[in-house]
């Protein structure tokens, strides 16, 4: 799988702009602020629907427009179009001109695997955080896993929303209290089963990947859930328990909403005493072990987006991704510095110099 071509209209600081790739290595290089990453960040943002440093659509239209538009040619088994339009009152999403109505009909079309400096934090970072990534990672190879966390969402604000709106515990309806706890386990469920199997699965390419980049240790994840061992009556009971903490605080206090997982580094939990370094590497391994489910659920190579890294790695560490990976990868590099690649990279590479929004193809050497 490779993006062929992409035209952006009113992105970012590009109003109009089309480029052709290489399905192997294409390099953006340019000062800060160029747009390098507005371009990796479209790219994404095609197919994962949002992106991966805004939470707000609007801020991703230029500057005295109504609208952006994402166009994107990929070619798989075939080769299709998509469209991605968006203005104040929403998003439309096409594929081969046909209008796609739910994102779970659309998300995991395209598969993307992005290495991001931030990425690199999430080992020790919130929960929030590690569920996100975990949520992202799964909706590209499992296509009912967005179905039921959307519908879990709007489970959860819906009960929430409810306990904000009562003012006494005596006037709390438990048998509607009840009826929505138990869609919410239902839904629940199914989230935590694909959880649990997604880590399962990808747990042991992720040690492999990491003993590949160390050559020492035993890294393996841990999948941390309020479901764990409980059956759907056992959980019923624990949330009535809960239901006077839950009025207290005005939300839902449990739940999958609240699950975590872990590293363990040599069975030790790794944000809590591994080193920089290691929890580094640990996120390159979990990147790297992402990457080799989706070759191998869907026998098809992700397109992987590299935002930044030579600021933050060294090239040991870049040249062991890299080293890793398949051939057939087609990945995007955004860097300052064209210094600072390594020239076997260069030199199989399309280069691209960008200057606030003006793209211009260079030839290696």
């Given at each position: 799988m490779y993006l062929q071509s992409l035209k952006l209209l009113n992105f970012r600081n590009y109003q109009n702009i089309i480029i052709n790739f290489s399905p192997k290595i294409n390099i953006f290089y340019g000062l800060n602020g160029s747009g390098k990453t507005n371009l990796v960040e479209s790219i994404y943002y095609l197919g994962l629907t949002k992106s991966f440093r805004n939470n707000n659509d609007?801020?991703?239209?230029?500057?005295?427009?109504?609208?952006?538009?994402?166009y994107g040619q990929i070619s798989d088994d075939f080769v299709n179009d998509y469209m991605i339009y968006f203005d104040n009152s929403g998003k439309k999403i096409k594929i081969d001109n046909e209008?796609?109505?739910?994102?779970?009909?659309?998300?995991?079309?395209?598969?993307?695997?992005?290495?991001?400096?931030?990425?690199?934090?999430f080992v020790k970072d919130s929960p929030t955080i590690r569920r996100k990534v975990l949520n992202i990672s799964i909706s590209q190879v499992d296509k009912d896993y967005l179905f039921y966390l959307n519908k879990y969402n709007k489970v959860l604000k819906q009960r929430n929303m409810y306990l904000k709106k009562i003012s006494k515990y005596e006037s709390l309806d438990i048998q509607y209290l009840d009826i929505i706890t138990k869609q919410m386990i239902e839904l629940g469920y199914h989230i935590y089963d694909i959880?649990?199997?997604?880590?399962?699965?990808?747990?042991?390419?992720?040690t492999s990947m990491y003993a590949n980049i160390m050559g020492n240790n035993s890294l393996k994840l841990k999948y941390v859930s309020y479901f764990d061992n409980h059956t759907k009556d056992e959980l019923l009971t624990m949330y009535q328990e809960h239901y006077s903490r839950d009025f207290m605080f005005k939300q839902t206090s449990s739940g999958v909403h609240k699950d975590d997982f872990l590293f363990l580094l040599d069975d030790e939990v790794l944000k809590e005493w591994g080193s920089e370094g290691q929890?580094?590497?640990?996120?390159?391994?979990?990147?790297?072990?992402?990457?080799m489910n989706i070759k191998k659920v869907f026998n098809k190579q992700p397109i992987l987006i590299l935002d930044d890294l030579f600021s933050e790695l060294d090239n040991q560490k870049i040249n062991n991704i890299l080293t890793l990976l398949d051939d057939n990868?087609?990945?995007?590099?955004?860097?300052t510095e064209i210094e600072n690649i390594p020239e076997k990279i260069k030199k199989n590479a399309k280069i691209f110099k960008?200057?606030?929004?003006?793209?211009?193809?260079?030839?290696?050497?």
């Amino acid at each position: 799988m490779y993006l062929q071509s992409l035209k952006l209209l009113n992105f970012r600081n590009y109003q109009n702009i089309i480029i052709n790739f290489s399905p192997k290595i294409n390099i953006f290089y340019g000062l800060n602020g160029s747009g390098k990453t507005n371009l990796v960040e479209s790219i994404y943002y095609l197919g994962l629907t949002k992106s991966f440093r805004n939470n707000n659509d609007l801020n991703l239209i230029k500057k005295n427009s109504n609208y952006a538009k994402i166009y994107g040619q990929i070619s798989d088994d075939f080769v299709n179009d998509y469209m991605i339009y968006f203005d104040n009152s929403g998003k439309k999403i096409k594929i081969d001109n046909e209008t796609i109505q739910k994102l779970s009909d659309y998300v995991g079309r395209i598969k993307i695997v992005l290495f991001h400096p931030n990425d690199l934090k999430f080992v020790k970072d919130s929960p929030t955080i590690r569920r996100k990534v975990l949520n992202i990672s799964i909706s590209q190879v499992d296509k009912d896993y967005l179905f039921y966390l959307n519908k879990y969402n709007k489970v959860l604000k819906q009960r929430n929303m409810y306990l904000k709106k009562i003012s006494k515990y005596e006037s709390l309806d438990i048998q509607y209290l009840d009826i929505i706890t138990k869609q919410m386990i239902e839904l629940g469920y199914h989230i935590y089963d694909i959880r649990k199997k997604y880590v399962n699965d990808i747990s042991s390419d992720l040690t492999s990947m990491y003993a590949n980049i160390m050559g020492n240790n035993s890294l393996k994840l841990k999948y941390v859930s309020y479901f764990d061992n409980h059956t759907k009556d056992e959980l019923l009971t624990m949330y009535q328990e809960h239901y006077s903490r839950d009025f207290m605080f005005k939300q839902t206090s449990s739940g999958v909403h609240k699950d975590d997982f872990l590293f363990l580094l040599d069975d030790e939990v790794l944000k809590e005493w591994g080193s920089e370094g290691q929890q580094k590497n640990a996120v390159i391994a979990y990147k790297l072990a992402e990457i080799m489910n989706i070759k191998k659920v869907f026998n098809k190579q992700p397109i992987l987006i590299l935002d930044d890294l030579f600021s933050e790695l060294d090239n040991q560490k870049i040249n062991n991704i890299l080293t890793l990976l398949d051939d057939n990868t087609q990945t995007f590099i955004t860097t300052t510095e064209i210094e600072n690649i390594p020239e076997k990279i260069k030199k199989n590479a399309k280069i691209f110099k960008v200057n606030q929004g003006i793209l211009k193809e260079e030839k290696y050497g």
